[in-house]
DNA sequence: CGCACTCTTGACCGCACTCAACGTTGGTGG
DNA sequence: CCACCAACGTTGAGTGCGGTCAAGAGTGCG
């Protein structure tokens, strides 16, 4: 695993707690150190006169930093309780001179996220409100498990999913029970779902997409 | 510079002309090789159900490539006539092995490009149109001269604006006409656009942001 | 000159937003 | 243990921003 090659390849990994609802850093603060996740989701946003757009959820092995140079260019804040690893700046800054690897599967990753936020973009620019909630459950449920996972964790509020799918919580709680009516989705609880209609919720998220 | 250093690392640069309005690769392809854009631009697309989003519009020196493995992620179109240098990728990935500070260098691009599509994301899902398209003249001015740019030039098509913004033709039209008449802007015509108010579109832009 | 493409403008529409009320849930202190 | 309260989620009614449809004006190329 990369993240163990990272925490050996530096030495100076540091175990953190982030309790859920604080803070890991905020936009704009000076970049002090890069981290990965290890337990627990972050949300990533950005402010905006007032205004929120959620960047991302981390999952658990993220790497955080690769966006940041010398400030954070969004913030980070713990949505459940979160153990990250932290590698000071410095410290890591010797490492990527010291172990060229370092950079080649940092850049990997750079590119996998690149590709990510590209879909993002036209998840936000030009999709329906139902698909948009289609497209966040259907990533949702790929990185739970390997394969057929059907029953998805909401751990984020409405607000959160409102703001990362560039809508309002009352459409993504109208959007929900749409789904729900139309039996795409089943839902135990407002933070559990379960893929009753895969078909009909890849063909809303990806339309006959590669 | 960079460009030319990533050029003269690896001697294996190969010029090519695009002619506007002709593909330079498509959504899908397998990556053959990367670019650097030394003349023109390129519009930078993916492709849903027959919506499209731009995902961005090339600069002059700008490096191609970043966020491909093994197929592109988006394609690339000429806007007006584009030249681009073309490094064969297995030969870029050898120089990649070769010159360790090269990953470094492309990692930092990397860097720019995520904190420009977060940018994105926060227009796209939170932004008014008008919002938009002053960002969007905000950002081609600052990338046209170092200091005080007040012409801009426009070389994409209003559709490509659009897709860009998220937004339509029309909407971006009227948007425009508005601006016009809040004597916000002046257009000499379509395609060349004066800023004669730029605190108002900076006050549009970025909300009193950092 | 003619044709195709682009840009603009107008009228109307509809999806998602706003505002408001209510239901549900989980945590806290009496 | 339960009453209270604040935060979150859902639902409904109405609005408005940007989309859709349509027509016309400008532009450039063969």
Redesign the interface.
Known sequence: MTDAELASLTHMTHGREVKAGSSLFHE?DPVTAVYTVTDGMLKLY?L??G???V?GFTRPGQFLG????DSH??AAEAIDDVEVCSFPKDKFQTS??RF?KL??I???R??????V??????L????SAQERVASLIMSLAERNSPEASTVVALPMTRADIA?Y??LTVETVSRTLTELRRREIVRMPNAHLLEITDQKALLQLAD????
């Open positions: 704009g950005k905006f006169d205004r929120r757009q960047i690769l966006a940041s140079g260019c969004f990527l001179d060229p950079a080649s940092l850049l990997d750079a590119r996998d996220e690149l590709a936020a590209y879909k993002q973009m036209l936000l620019g030009r999709k703001d799918l560039g339309r006959q997409e590669a």
